[in-house]
């Protein structure tokens, strides 16, 4: 449970942060959000590692777990994006739903690598 939630917080930490820069640069913008918060808590602090850490859960080896981020990857990038340009909650300026898809697949498998770093380096500790 640890490792999972672990995995969470991490998936969050660094989307709130790549989502503020991305609106600090001008990449995009929030124009009307789903709930009276800040840039898009709902996406990033809720739905994303939510889902990030089911996969992470039921895809502990690397070929499934691969596959199945890809899948993510894909459906954030091309379906949940324009989705929300459509509902006018997301307006990209300098950005294509495309240069999302790469940085949706890196978040999870930097991250998930790191911890498998962690849990040998607390066996070999032990």
């Given at each position: 449970?640890t490792?999972?939630?672990?995995?969470?917080?991490?998936?969050t930490?660094i989307?709130?942060?790549?989502?503020?820069?991305?609106?600090?640069?001008?990449?995009w913008?929030?124009?009307?959000?789903l709930?009276?918060?800040?840039?898009?808590?709902?996406v990033?602090?809720v739905q994303m590692?939510i889902?990030?850490?089911l996969?992470?859960?039921?895809?502990p080896?690397?070929?499934p777990?691969l596959i199945a981020?890809?899948?993510?990857?894909?459906?954030?990038?091309?379906?949940?994006?324009?989705?929300?340009?459509?509902l006018?909650?997301y307006?990209p300026y300098?950005?294509?739903?495309?240069?999302?898809?790469?940085?949706?697949?890196?978040?999870?498998?930097?991250?998930?690598?790191?911890?498998?770093?962690?849990?040998?380096?607390?066996?070999?500790?032990k």
């Open positions: 449970m490792e999972i939630i672990l995995y969470g917080l991490l998936v930490y989307a709130v942060i790549a989502d503020s820069i991305g609106v600090a640069l001008l990449l913008h929030y124009p009307n959000t709930l009276p918060a800040p840039l898009i808590v709902e990033h602090r590692p889902i990030y850490m996969i992470y859960q039921y895809f080896t690397w070929k777990f981020i890809t899948i993510n990857a894909f459906v954030f990038a091309f379906i949940l994006e324009p989705t929300l340009v459509w006018k909650v307006e300098h950005w294509k739903h495309i240069y999302s898809f790469i940085p949706y697949i890196m978040i999870a498998v930097v991250f998930k690598a790191t911890i498998h770093k962690f849990k040998k380096l607390d066996q070999n500790y």
